[in-house]
C-alpha cells in the first residue's frame, strides 16, 4: 500500500480522534472499546469499506502517533486516551477525580 491510498485513513483517524476523544496521561481506554467506536465513525464516516486489517492499521496508526498500550495482558487498555463525554452543551466533561465548580448562590 502506498502512502497516498493510506491518507484517507490517516485522516478520519485525526478526525475521530479530534472528535470523540480526549488524552492527557489520566486517561485510559480499552482497545476494544476505542476500537469499536472508531469502526462507527469510519463506517459512517468514509466511503471505505470495511475490511479485515481495519483493527491492524487502527493501532499502528495510534503507536505512530504515541500513543502506549498497556504491557501485557490479554486485553490491551491505550494509556493517554480516552473516549469524550459529552454533557448537556456538548462541551466535553472533565476528567475523573476534577471537581466541578459549584455555582455561588445569589443573596
Known sequence: ?????DEPFSHA???FLDQ???SGPEYSIADK???SCFRTFWMQTSEQFDHPSLLGKFRV???QRGFLTNPGGK?????????RK????NRPEKPAGQKKEKANPVR
Open 61 to 63: 496508526e495510534l503507536a
Open 75 to 83: 486485553h490491551p487498555r491505550w494509556i493517554g486516551l480516552a473516549l
Open 13 to 15: 483517524l485525526t478526525c
Open 86 to 89: 459529552q454533557n448537556k452543551q
Open 20 to 22: 470523540h476523544c480526549v
Open 33 to 35: 472499546q476505542l476500537f
Open 1 to 5: 500500500m502506498t502512502p497516498d491510498e
